[in-house]
């Protein structure tokens, strides 16, 4: 097996077995590990802390210990958070950073409080208003206080030098990331849509500077080879919450298309956007998010999204958009009519696929997805 191969098997593997993950990076750094709910956790704090961040973003489930505390249409992320939660998978945790962007994530943290009381739960509000004066003081006190509580919870000092030296170690991270979403565009066929997925999720579930190191090292190995011109031929952007589970993204890959970019929170969202490299760290954290825009959980006046959709497969000479919405997700559902009418006004081809992460039977998206092709072929 070549030093790609093999880079590629370990991520993904990571990927595959979060659980697993967590427990050997613990176990290996010697840290602790605080959980972060979707989207745009600080990161940067915990790892100023000393300790590991962890994306909890749902996964497939098979009880339903959840429905005592959750409506039958919440989205089936946070159903396999509660589940989680409920049969004690988190309690290796030292605390869980819960973001509250949607209605569903409000509840769900009250309902955590009373569900799983063992778990140290702290909130995280983000200002509507992001992008003024007031809603940029707003988020700065927000994350001082976050602070505060990871201090507590996790009995340590965390100092300002701190702070700045791990959001300087968090903009390597994400240029690391860009660098790699444009290397993988040149090996669709070593890199197909599940393993460049993957490959971005195994992030989640490492400590950041184990991940860059491979990172770096896959990249630098991708380099040396020949481009691959062959295959694929239907270029595709991502746009959603995220694009899961790992079947749906098999289909496409079975069918010839090629994820050239994508739009997707789980994914580009995380890192697109770099930080002001001056100031203090709360400013620094709280302009970042300021300047992200184009994402449905981050209220966006201009509605600027269909725009930036429209210039990804301009510059990267995409053939289509797939809007990948979660059940029940409200801030997408939103989105949607706004983004079906831009698109459709530029004549960009469209797919709205909505999903769940318990997917039992892919077939009527299977069938979605051949037609789509056949019509771009
Ligand atoms: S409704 Fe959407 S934003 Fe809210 S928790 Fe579920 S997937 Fe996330």
């Known amino acids: 097996m070549d030093r790609v191969a093999e880079l590629l098997e370990e991520l993904k593997t990571i990927a595959r077995n979060p659980k697993e993950s ?57 159903k396999a958070n509660t589940e989680q939660a409920l049969l004690k998978q988190y309690d290796i945790l030292s605390a869980v950073l819960m973001t509250t962007f949607c209605d569903t994530l409000k509840c769900v943290m009250e309902n955590w409080k009373v569900a799983s009381p063992q778990l140290n739960i702290i909130p995280i509000v983000y200002p509507q208003n992001r992008k003024t004066p007031s809603g940029i003081q707003f988020f700065q006190e927000e994350l001082t206080r976050v602070k505060k509580e990871l201090e507590e919870k996790l009995n340590c000092r965390i100092s300002e030098s701190d702070i700045q030296r791990s959001i300087d170690f968090y903009d390597e991270y994400r240029e690391k990331m860009n660098q790699y979403m444009e290397v993988v565009r040149g090996y669709p066929d070593t890199i197909d849509a599940v393993t460049r997925h993957l490959i971005i999720k195994a992030s989640y579930f490492m400590d950041k500077k184990n991940y860059i190191q491979k990172m770096d090292e896959l990249i630098s190995e991708l380099r040396k080879r020949q481009i691959e011109t062959t295959g694929r031929e239907k270029r595709i952007i991502l746009s959603g919450l995220m694009a899961e589970p790992e079947e749906l993204l098999r289909i496409f890959d079975e069918n010839g298309f090629h994820v050239i970019g994508d739009d997707l929170a789980q994914e580009s969202r995380q890192f697109r956007e770099e930080g002001p490299s001056e100031g203090t760290w709360q400013s620094r954290m709280a302009k970042r998010i300021a300047q992200q825009d184009g994402c449905a959980f981050l209220y966006d006046a201009e509605k600027t999204r269909g725009h930036l959709l429209i210039q990804m497969k301009e510059r990267y000479q995409a053939d289509a958009i797939v809007l990948i919405q979660m059940k029940f997700c409200d801030p997408e559902e939103f989105d949607y009519p706004i983004l079906k009418k831009e698109l459709g006004e530029a004549n960009t081809p469209l797919l709205y696929l909505e999903i769940e992460q318990q997917m039992d039977s892919p077939e009527q998206i299977r069938t979605r997805i051949q037609s789509f092709a056949e019509m771009l072929a």
């Open 22 to 78: 967590v427990e050997i990076a613990l176990r290996d750094t010697g840290k602790k590990g605080v959980g972060c709910f979707p989207i745009y956790a600080p990161e940067e704090l915990i790892y100023a802390a000393g300790a590991i961040p962890f994306g909890m973003w749902g996964g497939p489930i098979k009880g339903n210990l959840s429905d005592r505390y959750l409506q039958t249409f919440c989205c089936s992320v946070m």
